[in-house]
């Protein structure tokens, strides 16, 4: 039997594609842009926000407890005294720590596992490392969160979406 013999539409034959092994798309298929509602994206931010909770609470707890170790006279650690610009920076640095590899690497935190989304850019393939952290800086605009009351129910997507050109998607 020649290869001409054997129909296109064999399930038996073996698979033929290219790899380009070079580029970020051919590590994933891109997706199909079907946006996530607004629903899923609440529970996205709900979900990752009590993450960051509970993640932050671990590094005080950490840090507090290799402190008393090194200091056992100590009263009070110095994490106590600081203002209010060192506890917002302590707070944006563990956004930064959460959102970027997750986003980057995996495409998805974990409330976007939860909830069954990801995100992708604008073209349906994995986001840059730029668009990663340029989605994480927008995410510290004031009043961001609200920026989902304002846009049409078919395209939910918030500053921190359009700004780096991406968009949280069905993954299922």
Request: charged share 20%; proline share 5%; with cysteine.
């Amino acid at each position: 039997m020649s290869a001409e013999d054997v129909s296109v539409d064999d399930p038996y034959r073996a698979p033929a594609a290219s790899i380009d092994a070079g580029s970020d798309e051919a590590d994933e298929a891109k997706l199909a842009i079907a946006p996530a509602g607004r629903w899923r994206r609440f529970f996205n931010l709900l979900i990752d926000y009590i993450t960051m909770v509970v993640l932050s609470t671990a590094a005080v707890i950490a840090y507090s407890i290799a402190y008393f170790s090194a200091h056992p006279m100590a009263e009070a650690t110095p994490m106590e005294s600081w203002g209010l610009l060192a506890d917002y920076a302590f707070g944006v640095a563990i956004m930064f720590a959460y959102y970027v590899p997750l986003e980057r690497l995996f495409g998805c935190t974990l409330g976007k596992l939860v909830t069954g989304t990801r995100v992708v850019s604008e073209g349906g393939g994995r986001p840059s490392w730029g668009q990663v952290i340029g989605r994480t800086f927008a995410r510290l605009i004031p009043f961001e969160a609200f920026s989902f009351l304002f846009v049409e129910d078919g395209r939910v997507r918030g500053w921190h979406d359009s700004l780096p050109r991406t968009w949280v998607v069905h993954r299922r």
